[in-house]
């Protein structure tokens, strides 16, 4: 069993950053993908961007490339999502979540989540 708690959300402008922690319980985090994911109302939860459990590899949306990066510390149980140049339409809740296996798109393939953080980026 895996928990996941996110933070660093906020409200921001335009052109801004912003740092969102995952935090993990348990031993095993270290055999995990993570993935971050955001949701607007009314729309499906969309795929951001990915590592895998070692951190070696990344995978990122289109529409996040250059802007953000994600990165894992297993000693500390965390990933980190630093996001840049921040727009307005990045604005949504940021899930992580976290699978045995390789990082997919797929909300579906997903066994942990955590409980979402906003992210309001003003124009």
């Known amino acids: 069993q895996v928990q996941l708690v996110e933070s660093g959300g906020g409200l921001v402008q335009a052109g801004g950053s912003l740092r969102l922690s995952c935090a993990a319980s348990?031993?095993?985090?270290?055999?995990?993908?993570v993935g971050w994911f955001r949701q607007v109302p009314g729309k499906e939860r969309e795929f951001v961007v990915g590592i895998t459990r070692s951190g070696s590899s990344t995978y990122y949306a289109d529409s996040v490339k250059g802007r953000f990066t994600i990165s894992r510390d297993n000693a500390k149980n965390t990933v980190y999502l630093q996001m840049n140049s921040l727009r307005p339409e990045d604005t949504a809740v940021y899930y992580c979540?976290?699978?045995?296996?390789?990082?997919?798109?797929?909300?579906?393939?997903?066994?942990?989540w955590g409980q979402g953080t906003q992210v309001t980026v003003s124009s």
């Open positions: 348990g031993r095993t985090f270290s055999t995990y993908a």
């Open positions: 979540a976290a699978r045995r296996g390789v990082v997919t798109v797929s909300t579906r393939e997903y066994e942990y």
